[in-house]
């Protein structure tokens, strides 16, 4: 058998000589970035055809309750239990964009953040182009951030933002963060504002994590949705709408399980999250001088039966002083029906209380205070200190937000945490 | 009635004579516009729409096209929206690793302000009044936002 040679790769094996989207970031960004040198250095008197910008968190998050892992989002595997770690919150991410002309541009946005999988694999968070025939209308293509609530789709970017982290039981359930498909944006001066309005369709894309082991595949699923703000003076109102027709594949030591119990079409219709799910949201902000407060509400309507329908939001409040800015943020998750546990066929070798955590892990019920304050030490970094008193009541302990709980668990937990949020 | 009117005439004057004052050694940052942008005056709500990526578009309906001076860039933003430096990028932040607008062109010094808004109709930057040059129309001064307290970096 012969074996062939790639001219870009040195791997003689097949499997090797595949190009994936992360392997084209590892290798292609160090050399855009020497490209890009000489025309950001000469970039005055012409408009820079080319930019690269990039963001980044380095994060120790201490969690002071030994008996339940803290995590940021659904796509963490592990996180801080009675110990600090410093894998939940850092990240770097790396934007190019690129002017083509004729009201063409496109961008390219690589992050490398703690994953599914347990590593910082860099990822591709948003590859588009976009087509701005004048300055009422842009339209995208290609992977996007999915923009389902205020700041969903710039979470990752922590010095856009006061707190160490956004508040867990709004944005950490999302089940997803970034989308294939295109959306559209209508821009209309009204009064002294401008009202606007966003539409997106596409297909999900990433990994979710269930635990240390087992992850969730959600590529597949269909989601379309809206937005409509208005924005003047100092506020910010927005309502927003979107649904999604979800689609999971099982990985890790509990997919030969789910295989097992798909043969009793009853039982897996009472454990499956698959179905749609409708989610509404109202968002209001008040954003004047040094004053900073938002109110956030959303509303899951979850079609399938095992998946109560849940409410979540929060409120924060925040006070420039100087370089300081104390913040403070209380949010709240919660299922309005309690979880049920579905009764499963007897007489298969099913782990003891799996039905139990079937249903624990989609039924949110915890509430959050956090106290903090970011200090601006320079135009572009800032630091962050957090402290987050979680409270979770009995229904709530076992949701997926959670890792690793121990059953004693009192459904407590006291996070601090210390960022360095920078931009460049 | 005539000592009400007097009264009111001293106290124009003196309000004519407190702008005159704060004008006088230039320094007073003053937003300019292209002469064909259709444009005699803009409010401090328009100036923030166009300056923060809201909506790139002049009242008379041209594309806008913002230019920060960057040595100045701190005290604008003071002026239009009463937020630091460090805000104002936050803001950008978002904006721009969302991919939704990008930030104002930043100009290094006031010729080129200038040069850029004499050269392109939907332009519109801001320079210190001692440094106006013919080939630009000034919109407003600055000075007369300082008092006011209507901001916003909403998201």
Redesign the interface.
Known sequence: MTRYRQGWTTSTTPKGAILNATTLIRHLLPILLLAAGPVLGEATGQWPALSVRGFGTLGLAHNSNDQAGFIRDVTQPRGPKGDTRWDLDSRLGLQLDLDIGNNLSATVQGISRYNHAGNFDPELAWGFVKFSPDDSLDLRAGRLGWDIYMLADSRDVGYSYLWARPPVEYYGPLQFSKINGADLVLRHSLGNGVLWGKLFAGQATGKLSLDARNSVDVAGTDLAGGHINYETGPWLARLGYTRLDMEVDINGPVAPLMDLLAQFPEVFEAISPEDTYHLYSVGLVFDEGPLQAQLMLGYQKSEPPGVPDANQGYVSVAYRMGQWTPFATASFANALSSARTPELPPGLPLPAGIGDSFSANTTPDQTTLSLGARYDLWENIALKVQYDHVNVRRDGRGYMLWREQDSGWDGRAGVFTATLDFVF | MAARTLRHLILLAALAWGCQALADDGAELVLVVHPDSGLTTL?R??AI?IFMG????L?SGI??LPVDLAPARAEFYQLL???????I???W??L?????A?PP?QA?DAA?VLDIVANSRGAIGYVRRRDLSAGVRPLVGLATWRNL???????
């Open positions: 409010s709500d328009e729409n809201r909506h790139r578009q009242p594309t806008a929206t009463d937020k630091t430096l460090a805000q990028n936050s803001y932040a978002r721009v690793f969302s991919g939704r990008s062109r290094q080129e307290q209507t901001a916003s970096t909403a998201p």
